[in-house]
């Protein structure tokens, strides 16, 4: 029997698999990938093969559901830090921001399955709506790393995050119409106490009409580490997070999470696809570790978020084999709600509590057409890919005061302003020119305008200006492939990117890791422009990609420090606080700079071995320009840092791996990084952490993965990062099909 290609290594034949989905017309224009990687039905995984990503001629890798399921990440943040170029910061345990090449939250764009998730309220720096998407409904996880504002839009400077969800399997064929899979999954783990689980459902009829869902939960506890991080200068444990008296349990941690998604796809014939998703998420009673309590408080002050909520509701429509000029359409129309409610315990023994609720409502419609590939001479093809998209947000903020020993509720100065509204939009079109199968040029650019309304002083919001933006331009891109000989290439890509100031930026009042933050209606738009070039190899039994990148970015936004005296009038917060901080455009060019790649070896007999390393450095023009030196480093760009796994797995379905996980000490520091809570004195001390994983899968009835992670129990963090990495625990996932 032939032997399939693993993710990992060359994947020994398994008992047989659940029938195959119905076959595609033809399986190049398959926009779902089928032919990258196999399906997910409901009774369990079938073996994934190499993962391809979608941006073949980008710096880009691909997490697949096999990576997912044998890794037991924590979160879909927590799935990503093993692609290079990636580094993922925590501000809470129950939250999680990827930084790609040195950018995150803002600058840096999330999309499910097409759809926009990017909103008019992601805050400046890390945030934690990545941590939103459940990771047990993905078929995959796409980093695709560099500017890309030409097909993604505004936000894309440090590149997009790609989730794509799984889908029904569409059986076909047998005696009958009817096909049924259903799966039961418990997780565990004992670093946190985490207690958690998840039933699915994959159900059709004939292979034309397919549904799948399913509802999880979890319940996580403190989390343990390793023990307290060292500042390098002082010696003393960093500030946050708080300890318990055991030294190892971290205060400030823990959740719970309630999930639930239903899927149908309508197959209308070979050429048209209809499907409805809805995907809900749902967090409780998080808090917010670096404000849980803050350094300054007493130690029983807490900022909790009650309630994380997104749900996210939409159609799309597909077709395949259709007319030269649009051979391949895909049209989305969505819906977002984004729900956030936070509580600041003033204490057991105070009797005044804030409370805080922002409600983002978002419509979006995204259209993309590709052409067939014109034959303009032998050797020589053209496909145009072109469409666009609109995004339209309308926010609703309150925040009121509550003297629990009286009953009172009076108004306060809400997060954002309320009423305010945001749209984002673009038209764009990108070409890709073969040459003889040797060259590829791809070139392209987007058109766009964003426009920003939000009201003054309304509802007790003392000082906030009215804002009335809009901004429009163009940005492009392009970028040759050549082949050098089979299987391999060298790759060079020009792109730029930009991000036009949202209602974040411009509205916005809150208490962050770095100081009261206050917002600036005055923002401009920052742009960026990042040159690539770099190798990548596809050989039977090596994979290796690795890039070399520079960043150009005019008027970046960064936190400045401004004086009491600057103060909106009668804000009372602002004259009280200990360090104060606005938004603002740097003046001049600020430069991020680095390389990022990875390695994957099959070997004989199961064995596999993959190994990344990234290393990014970035500096920018001193805020202040009165002061020395000129030029000062870039906020929380992580330190150089790598990963190392090697596995094993045997045809009779056991499976074994080992994981490291690395970085350097980061001492290249900003005066907003200095004063940061969560930033030791002098900067993060490197670490390196060891994970064991084992497993046994038997198709396609069930799957059992242990991991034993932080086996030497190290004490570390993630630069940026609020909370200390788990200890040494064991986290344990068992799956049954039926």
């Known amino acids: 029997m032939p032997k399939e290609t693993g993710s990992e290594g060359p994947v020994p034949e398994g008992p047989p698999a659940p029938p195959p989905a119905a076959p595609a017309t033809s399986p190049t224009k398959l926009t779902r990938e089928a032919t990258e990687q196999a399906r997910t039905v409901g009774r369990t995984t079938v073996r994934d093969h190499r993962a391809k990503s979608t941006h073949d001629t980008r710096a880009a890798s691909v997490v697949t559901r096999r990576d997912l399921e044998e890794r037991l990440p924590r979160s879909a943040p927590d799935a990503l830090r093993f692609e290079p170029g990636v580094y993922v910061q925590q501000t809470a345990h129950g939250q999680g921001s990827p930084y790609v090449r040195g950018l995150t939250g803002q600058q840096t764009v999330m999309m499910f399955d097409g759809i926009r998730l990017n909103n008019s309220t992601f805050r400046y720096g890390p945030n934690q709506y990545f941590f939103t998407i459940d990771s047990r409904t993905l078929q995959k996880l796409e980093v695709l790393r560099g500017a890309a504002s030409t097909r993604y839009g ?273 038209l764009w079109t990108e070409a890709k020119l073969s040459l003889y199968d040797r060259v590829e040029l791809r070139a392209g650019g987007r058109g766009s305008l964003v426009v920003a309304r939000a009201p003054g002083n309304l509802d007790a919001m003392v000082g ?44 916005s009042r809150q208490a962050t890791g770095a100081g009261q933050q206050y917002e600036n209606p005055n923002l401009r738009p920052e742009r960026a422009l990042t040159l690539e070039t770099g190798l990548k190899i596809e050989r039977p039994r090596v994979e290796f990609q690795l890039f070399a990148f520079q960043s150009w970015i005019d008027r970046l936004i960064t936190r400045v420090r401004f004086d009491r005296d600057q103060c909106p009038p009668e804000d009372n917060i602002c004259g009280a606080a200990v360090y104060n901080v606005t938004l603002a455009n740097i003046a001049g060019t600020s430069h991020i700079r680095g390389f990022d790649g990875a390695v994957r070896l099959f070997l004989p007999k199961g064995f596999g071995m993959r190994a990344t390393a990234a290393y990014t450095w970035g500096d920018g023009p001193n805020p202040v320009p009165e002061l020395d030196p000129v030029r000062v480093p870039l906020s929380r760009i992580p330190p150089l840092n790598g990963t190392v796994e090697i596995n094993w797995r045997h045809r009779a379905g056991f499976f074994a791996s080992s994981a490291l996980r690395w970085a350097r000490p980061q001492t290249r520091l900003t005066e907003t990084d200095k004063n940061d809570q969560r930033i030791p004195l002098g900067g993060t001390p490197g670490f390196a952490v060891l994970d064991v994983r084992a497993g046994y899968r038997l198709q396609p009835y069930a799957l059992v993965v242990l991991v034993l992670e932080n086996v030497t129990n190290a004490a570390y963090r993630y630069h940026g990062s609020s909370i200390n990495g788990p200890g040494r625990g064991l986290n344990v996932l068992i799956e049954v099909g039926f």
């Not at 093809?381 to 926010?395: C, I, M």
């Open 464 to 507: 906030r200006r009215p804002i009335d933006q809009n901004w429009g331009g163009a940005v492009g891109g392009g970028g040759v492939a050549v082949r050098l000989i089979d299987g391999v290439r060298w790759i060079t890509n020009l792109d730029q990117g930009f991000r036009a100031p949202n209602l974040d930026d411009l509205t």
């Open 154 to 426: 505004s936000d894309a400077m440090g590149g997009a995050l790609l989730a794509t969800p799984i889908d029904p399997a569409l059986e076909a064929g047998g005696q009958r119409n009817w096909y049924g899979h259903s799966k039961a999954m418990m997780r565990s783990g004992t670093a946190d106490g985490e207690m958690g689980g998840r039933a699915q459902l994959d159900i059709g009829w004939k292979g034309k009409v397919g549904l799948f869902g399913g509802v999880g939960y979890r319940d996580v506890g403190l989390l343990r580490a390793g023990g307290k991080v060292l500042s390098p200068t002082t010696g003393q444990p960093v500030k946050s997070p708080l300890f318990a008296p055991d030294g190892v349990t971290q205060r400030g941690t823990g959740f719970r999470e309630f999930t639930a998604d239903a899927r149908l796809v309508y197959k209308i014939n070979e050429k048209h696809r209809l499907t409805l998703g809805y995907y809900d998420y749902r967090q409780f009673d998080a808090p917010r570790t670096d404000r849980c309590p803050p350094v300054t408080a007493p130690q029983n002050e807490c900022l909790w978020y009650d309630e994380q909520f997104r749900t996210l509701v939409y159609g799309a429509y597909d077709v395949h084999d259709g007319p030269a000029a649009a051979e391949r359409v895909r049209w989305t129309v969505s819906y977002q709600h984004q729900h956030e409610r936070r509580r600041y315990d003033r204490g057991p023994e105070s009797t005044y509590r804030i409370i805080g609720r922002d409600e983002v409502y978002s419509l979006g419609t995204g259209l993309n057409i590709s052409t067939k590939n014109f034959g303009l001479a032998r050797g020589v093809s053209l496909r145009v890919d072109y469409g666009l998209d609109a995004y339209f947000d309308t926010l609703r903020s309150y925040a009121w005061n509550t003297f629990l020993d009286v009953g009172i509720t009076t108004p306060t100065t809400s997060q954002y302003a309320s009423g305010s509204r945001y749209l984002t939009s673009g």
